[in-house]
């Protein structure tokens, strides 16, 4: 249950991003964002009773993420100049989003477990990879399922956007991507980064 709580909290980051793309914003929402981080207390690899499978220190707690979450969105939505009638549809966006991809992620979590569990199992080695390779088919179709629902999402979204605003949306998505990179030129393997495409393949191609 703990291992799923950080899923879905992670999901509900996700999602935010796959429609709103917080991770692509610039100057603007750098500075929010590190306001809030820096209220989060150090924690090294364990936080509130949640494992950090990957050895992350200072791994902020969920009411942490939730804090981060708003800030970005709200920095979001103040760089693209959005109307309040914008920021509900972007809201309703959001909560659509979110329930489109939590079964999914929750079978891709399902899935995953799985995997780990044969892979402890003592059955013949040709048996485990017959089976992990099953399994990761399956992932590999789910994942695909993802995508698809954040290019829908993205498409929506930038379909209440202005012309203006859908120019600044792409420049910010270029920021993005060079963030993106940045980080995982800085991050040594294995890198949590490495695992997380880009926000801004989520949108238009």
Do not use: Y
């Amino acid at each position: 249950m703990k291992k799923l709580a950080v899923l879905l909290c992670a999901l509900s980051v996700v999602s935010t991003a796959a429609v709103m793309a917080a991770e692509t914003t610039a100057a603007a929402e750098d500075s929010a964002v590190k306001n809030v981080e820096s209220e989060a207390p150090a924690k090294a690899g364990v936080n509130e009773g949640i494992k950090n499978p990957e050895g992350i220190k200072n791994r902020p707690s969920k009411e942490e993420m939730i804090k981060i979450r708003k800030a970005r969105e709200a920095a979001f939505e103040q760089k693209l100049g959005l109307t309040d009638e914008q920021k509900a549809k972007a809201k309703e966006l959001r909560i659509k989003g979110h329930e489109q991809m939590k079964p999914i992620m929750e079978q891709i979590f399902a899935k995953k477990k799985e995997a780990e569990m044969v892979k402890r199992s003592r059955i013949a080695t040709w048996a485990q990879e017959e089976k992990l390779a099953a399994i990761d088919k399956e992932l590999q179709e789910l994942e695909n399922q993802a995508k698809s629902i954040r290019k829908q999402n993205m498409k929506d979204f930038e379909s209440i956007l202005t012309r203006d605003q859908k120019k600044i949306l792409k420049q910010m998505k270029k920021e993005g991507r060079q963030k993106f990179e940045e980080r995982k030129k800085l991050c040594p393997p294995p890198c949590p980064a490495e695992k997380v495409q880009p926000v801004e393949e989520a949108g238009e191609k």
